[in-house]
């Protein structure tokens, strides 16, 4: 009895240590391999723990890089990405990132530093209440209060972010909860009664479901990254050929089927495909995958699977009847549920004559450009950039034209390999979200294409290139304009093109050449396989200014307010 | 239409700024809402009175509020037999003349005066919605000069009559 409680004394004086030294061990009980940040007065503390740890920290040069960075370290790994900023403007820049994951379903875990709690409420140098500004775009997060409490927190936000729905977390950590001791607890125990995902679906859904497969004529399944982050791309696959059913995607759905497949359609939505927009036009049964019926993907919902019977499986339940009433909705994980799908073997549908008419739709109604002698077209560019990494590279982007692109043309045969910020579409993602898929996937290329505009956004991270040397190849798609917008006011507002050309800007070369990063300007297809090859075989940094044409517009593309079936420039 | 909903949260700082938020994110009015402590300390219990178009909305009302960590369950009990109360509190300016008249009349409503100065008298009344508001109408011509509502506070009975269609969190 004296011996064990000598011992228990024991054990706690050797745990006796400061909130910031627990955040370390807790991050290192985690497994965390990088934590991206930027350091300020409220995190003191914290920056001193790190420094004497082996952890692998990335200054980048503003909060908005490290939170981007970190979404897409999320976004290739699959594991939570970890940023750390300081109180006040520290953590108010990172509000944008914290949207984009919410939106976008990525696992983050956020340490903001926060005024000492003694002066909390008095509007204290640097204070910002930033949980209750990051309330409605976090997952969940909370303020410390003592330090015993950071090992439970740190566990239960790194188990609320990567499961069941992804999304960010936010710990908000007081100065003096980080200097203050106590005792540390390696293995917390989590405790989460209010927080219960429902992994396995309900096998009487799924019968529902299979009973629609074989009774359907004209099946479609639109997935989207929901399977990715089921890991369910190998059972859609198998379900796919199995029942003979084609395969649409949503913009962040892109990977989850090899797009060079006789059963895919393509990207679906307002820059889709028209053979994946007459699909889900057209068919009988909807089969919506880990996919939330984004208005940019249905259109006008009249129009859209409107003779469908719709089945919709996602993790979230709220995802279900929030936009579509679904007539089988199965609350449970893509991957799960597509096994379980597939272990009932049903008799296959009648699907040989719908599958006839898309792959026409395919063949006779493809994504199509005017080639061009005199100017490099954005469209060829991304073919280009697709045949010199073999189709293998992580792609990250922008938001704009490039990105529509970039999903219409790279083509992706691998999960996780796409990265791009659909929900929120934040310009400036693109590359800082590289540097984090680079330090999240170091074996394999990465190629960042941004925009003229967005890249100036976020182009301060070049900082980051230069000093880890990382293989990134920035794919600048110069068209010397907002393009996008520009593309909407030529077709909606008359060609007043009010603040969107940019026909004044840096020399992004200069500008390379500055942080001591190789870079080049291309302007024809034979410059940009060069260059790419160059930028591949010299693994370390590289930027491409891609000189395109400016007056290029992304087709087909549905106006707003149309339905999925009302594609403008489906043909030249 | 009119839905009552209880939520079961946990006695957490912000736990009802989380409630608002989601309401305000999701366009949802809010009627009532009142809080206070469960059975046990770490528990609260909160009713909101919302108004929303139809069936399908109370459930994304619901389905979003259940994603909150801190909110463990939370059910629509507008169909179930339930006991629902409201306490206000009515400042009437009643001079000394009128104070019998009034008294009288708020008597079937088992309200009580529970002030009196030389001008007027403040009454608290408890009961159901209905109730409460068949009071102030009875009460608006001596003249309210104040009002003070707690909204709807509510629990379901005992024992329920029939299995009603019953929206919860765990569909399916
Ligand atoms: C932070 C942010 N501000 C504004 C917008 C609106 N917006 C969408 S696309 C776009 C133009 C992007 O231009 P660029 O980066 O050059 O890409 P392009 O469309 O030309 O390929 C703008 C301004 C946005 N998406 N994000
Ligand atoms: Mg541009």
Known sequence: MKASFVAEKERKKTTTMSGAEMLMEALEAQQVDVIFGYPGGAVLPIYDALYKRNLQHILTRHEQGAIHAAQGYARVTGKAGVVIATSGPGATNLVTGIADAMIDSLPLVIFTGQVATSVIGTDAFQEADIVGITMPITKHNVQVQKPEDLPRMIAEAFHIAQTGRPGPVVIDIPKDVSTALGDYESHPPVSLPGYEPTVRPNVLQVKRLMEAVTNAKRPVILAGAGVLVAKGEEALRNFAEQYHIPVANTLLGLGTFPYNHDLFLGMAGMHGTYAANMALYDCDLLIGIGARFDDRLTGNLNHFASKATIAHIDIDPAEIGKIIEPTIPIVGCAKQTLQTMLALETERGETQEWVATLANYKEHYPLWYDTSEEVLKPQQLLQLVHEETKGEAVVTTDVGQHQMWSAQYYGFTKPNRWVTSGGLGTMGFGFPAAIGAKMGKPDLPVVAIVGDGGFQMTLQELSVLQERQLAVIVIIVNNQSLGMVRQWQQIFYEERYSQSLLPVQPDFVKLAEAYNIPAATVSTPQEVRTHVAKALHSKGPYLLDCRVASDENVYPMIAPGQGIHQMLGVKK | ?172
């Open chain 2, 1 to 172: 239409m009119r839905r009552m909903i209880t939520a079961t949260v946990q006695n957490q700082s912000g736990v009802l700024q989380r409630i608002t938020s989601v309401l305000t994110k999701r366009q949802f009015n809010i009627e009532s809402i009142s809080v206070g402590h469960a059975h046990t300390q770490e528990l609260s219990k909160v009713t909101i009175v919302v108004e929303v178009e139809d069936h399908r909305k109370v459930e994304q009302l619901i389905k979003q509020l259940h994603k909150q960590i801190d909110i463990l369950k939370v059910i629509d009990i507008t169909e179930l037999a339930l006991v629902a109360r409201e306490l206000a509190l009515v400042k009437v300016a009643a001079t000394p003349q009128m104070r019998s008249e009034v008294t009288v009349l708020i008597q079937p409503f088992r309200a009580s005066i529970i002030d009196v100065s030389s001008e007027t008298i403040t009454i608290e009344v408890t009961g159901n919605h209905e109730k409460v508001e068949a009071l102030l109408e009875l009460l608006r011509p001596y003249g309210i000069t104040d009002i003070a509502r707690t909204g709807l506070t509510a629990m379901t009975r005992g024992t329920q009559r029939t299995v009603h269609s019953f929206v919860s969190s765990s569909i399916i």
